[in-house]
């Protein structure tokens, strides 16, 4: 047989997941930050197919629109659910340009945990055996409903012992009569054709099975009756052939990928101190010596710098925190955490947030869109929406950017080396100039130019005895009346004693 080339990626995608229990198309549901589609796709990008053609069915439209934006990927639409060959059949006449010679790989669309790794093997086979189909197995405890490889005689294989021999054929559970059904070599479903073998015995194909389908999987037997040669390639790993089918499964291969990745991360110089509470997207990068406290998840594109400390308790999506920074006990999403810089704890910063160099950000304070400068303080109980803060300032405790006038956002100004005082509301739009001080308390509804002093004066009015009037008996009144009995005077050179502020 000539040797050919790698043209294309099939990923069989149509099915509808009735066990998912779910409106949402079953390849489309996420674990560790993408769907179980994209985990496939990311495993056979390596491979380094011209062609990546996705097989839609249930939930097309959602299916296809998750894929937009990416290069050399389409779909073809498979109207009935007429089987796995018959999917094929769909996605070949979605390709031009095919030789006969060529190979395609054929994959399931709910398979997240397969690693570009074992694929390359599977196609590493496929040219050292100039085969005309390779296919991925598994030796598993328990076969049930796993179609079954069947190489050699079935006594054998039931021994747990398949070994190198060329495939006869693949059986599926529901066609399997005792003997074949005992044997433990599974099929993972995920397949190396070449396209003039695979495209002949996609035409033979018969509805005749239990299914009234037409399996992808007559084509080994098909392919083995005209004499051709059929190779597998037993995966190192059983469990990365293992598809999802309902929420178990997809929690199931949760925990491995939270596994695989927090592994990759420690090798590669990242300390964890608790794996098992550590939760990491497929797509959070590490640099050496960063750390990862329990019970904290790093989703999306989140990037943690050689020294950095996150955790415990945290959650950040998509932010990248700097070397030497840390973030504690809070919620960060699309931030950058600059270099020293410090989060937290209990702090949420919200899309748009930028800390600077050696900033602080502290206990209950949240952000939004908010540029804030190198080594400027925010340190409690503040709100800093659509701002930009300039350098080395001082946000008081309980100061609030209003931002919004109920129809539009605006946004505040501040500049360095500035001291808002505590309870401060500045009033967008506005702009604090740079060395400004703002009375505690204050509301700052005008521009303030640099170096002044902005504060709200209001008289204190204080009446009287009012709660012994307006709230008779209550434990205030109780306590009023009973310390008037005492000898509260205080002159310059006097101050009360404890004891003449007690209360009996």
């Known amino acids: 047989m000539t040797q050919g080339r790698l043209a294309a990626t099939i990923v069989l995608a149509a099915g509808a997941g009735t066990r998912m229990r779910s409106a949402t198309p079953k390849v489309l549901h996420r674990v560790a930050g993408r769907t179980l589609l994209d985990h496939v796709l990311a495993a056979a990008a390596p491979l380094g197919a011209r062609h990546t053609v996705v097989v839609v069915g249930h939930g097309r439209e959602e ?279 410090g989060v937290g704890p209990y702090a949420h910063l919200r899309p748009g947030t930028r800390l600077g160099p050696d900033g602080r950000i502290g206990a209950y304070v949240e952000t939004k869109a908010a540029d804030i400068g190198a080594g400027t303080k925010v340190p409690h109980l503040a709100y800093v929406g659509d701002a930009t803060v300039g350098e080395r300032s001082n946000i008081g405790c309980g100061t609030v950017f209003a931002n919004y006038d109920g129809v539009h956002k605006h946004r505040t100004l501040v500049g360095s080396d500035v001291k808002i005082g505590s309870g401060t509301v500045l009033v967008a739009p506005v702009v604090v100039g740079d060395g400004v001080y703002t009375g505690a308390g204050a509301v700052v509804r005008s521009d303030v130019p640099p170096g002044a002093l902005a504060i709200t004066e209001g008289r204190q009015r204080t009446i009287e005895g009012w709660v012994e009037r307006s709230r008779p008996g209550t434990a205030a009144a109780t306590a009023a009346a009973a310390n008037r009995t005492r000898d509260m005077s205080v002159t310059p050179d006097t101050q009360p004693t404890p004891e003449q502020l007690s209360v009996n």
């Not at 570009?116 to 085969?131: C, I, K, S």
């Not at 559970?173 to 002949?200: C, H, K, P, W």
């Not at 509805?207 to 190192?236: C, K, R």
Request: net charge negative; aromatic share 4%; hydrophobic share 45%.
């Open 63 to 341: 299916v296809a629109a998750s894929l937009l934006g990416r290069d050399g990927v389409r779909t073809a639409v498979q109207d009935r659910q007429g089987g796995t060959g018959h999917a094929v059949r769909v996605a070949l006449g979605a390709l031009d340009g095919l030789r006969s010679e060529d190979w395609v790989v054929v994959l399931p669309g709910d398979t997240p945990l397969l690693t570009p790794v074992t694929l390359a093997a599977l196609v590493a086979l496929h040219t050292e055996r100039d085969a005309a189909a390779s296919v991925l197995t598994a030796v598993v405890a328990d076969p049930t409903g796993y179609g079954r490889v069947v190489r050699g005689p079935a006594g054998e294989q039931a021994a747990g012992d398949p070994g190198d021999g060329p495939v006869r054929a693949i059986v599926e559970q529901r066609d399997a009569d005792a003997a074949t059904a005992a044997i433990r070599e599974v099929n993972a479903g995920v397949y190396v054709f070449t396209v003039g073998m695979l495209r002949s015995a996609l035409g033979q194909l018969t509805t005749d099975n239990a299914q009234g389908e037409e399996y992808l999987t007559d084509v080994i037997g098909l392919l083995v009756a005209g004499g051709e040669s059929v190779a597998a390639h037993i995966a190192a790993d059983a469990g990365e052939t293992s598809g999802v089918n309902d929420r178990v499964q997809l929690a199931a291969a949760g925990a491995v990928l939270r596994d695989r990745f927090a592994t990759a991360a420690m090798l590669a110089g990242t300390t964890i101190v608790d794996p098992a509470t550590t939760w990491i997207d497929a797509d959070v990068t590490f640099e050496p010596d960063s750390t990862v406290l329990p019970n904290t998840h790093l989703r999306g594109a989140t990037h943690l710098a050689a020294g950095s400390v996150v955790g415990p308790d945290s959650t950040l999506t998509d932010t990248v925190v700097e070397a030497g920074a840390f973030v504690e006990r809070s919620t960060v999403t699309k931030a950058w955490v600059g270099p020293g810089a």
